[in-house]
Structure formats: structure tokens, C-alpha cells
């Protein structure tokens, strides 16, 4: 069973970037759809992007769409999530998730096997 480690989080300003990455250990990404998910203190842990196994399809939430992109190497066993023009509102702890043998991630936490430990985000003004 694959295990996923997030990383690339950290304390950036109001429009900023960062860029998160999720290596995935112990077995095939290929086989796996992924998708990041984000909690802010307080709150459910949120859709943020998904992407299929074939890193040919990718969904974003609204909040996040035109900022965020999504991508996947499988041939390394990454996943990342680029984010741009980051706002206050983006500050959460992001998890990367991977539902087995899904073609599509889902928008659902409940679509996903495996998680990460988690990556803090903090946007600053």
C-alpha cells in the first residue's frame, strides 16, 4: 500500500506562491487517482483539486481555480499542487489523499484511501 508525505508548505505573503509536493512511497502512483485536500482550524477538511491516473483530467474548486494547478509524475511518484496568488483565506493544513484504483479523483474526502500527515500553509497580509 503506497504512503503519502507532503511537503513545501510554509509562511508566505498575500500574493505569493508556493508549491506543495506529495511523494508517494511503497507502491504505484500510477494506480492511484489523487486529489489535495485542505482544513483550516475550526472547519472540514475541503476539496481542493483532484486529478485522474492518467494526469489527464484535473478538477479544481472554485475558490481555487485559475490559481492552483495540479500535476503528477509518476515516473517519480510525485504529486504536486502550484499555487499562485495565494490569499489569507488559503491559510489550512493541505493533505495530499489517493483513492486506488479510481480513474478520477473525487471531490469527496470519502473517495480516498490514503492520506498524508498533512503540510501547513500560512498566508500572511
Known amino acids: 500500500q503506497v504512503q503519502l508525505v507532503e511537503s513545501g508548505g510554509g509562511l508566505v505573503q498575500a500574493g505569493g506562491s508556493l508549491r506543495l509536493s506529495c511523494a508517494a512511497s511503497g507502491g504505484t502512483a500510477s494506480s492511484y487517482a489523487m486529489g489535495w485536500f485542505r482544513q483550516a482550524p475550526g472547519k472540514e477538511r475541503d476539496f481542493v483539486a483532484a486529478?485522474?491516473?492518467?494526469?489527464?483530467?484535473?478538477v479544481y474548486a472554485d475558490s481555487v481555480k485559475g490559481r492552483f494547478t495540479i500535476s503528477r509524475d509518476d515516473g517519480m511518484n510525485w504529486v504536486y499542487l502550484q499555487m499562485n496568488s495565494l490569499k489569507l483565506e488559503d491559510t489550512a493544513v493541505y493533505y495530499c489523499?489517493?483513492?486506488?484504483?479510481?480513474?478520477?479523483?473525487?471531490?469527496?474526502?470519502?473517495?480516498?484511501?490514503?492520506w498524508g500527515q498533512g503540510t501547513q500553509v500560512t498566508v500572511s497580509s
Open positions: 486529478i485522474s491516473r492518467s494526469g489527464l483530467n484535473k
Open positions: 489523499a489517493a483513492g486506488y484504483d479510481r480513474y478520477m479523483g473525487s471531490r469527496s474526502p470519502y473517495g480516498y484511501d490514503i
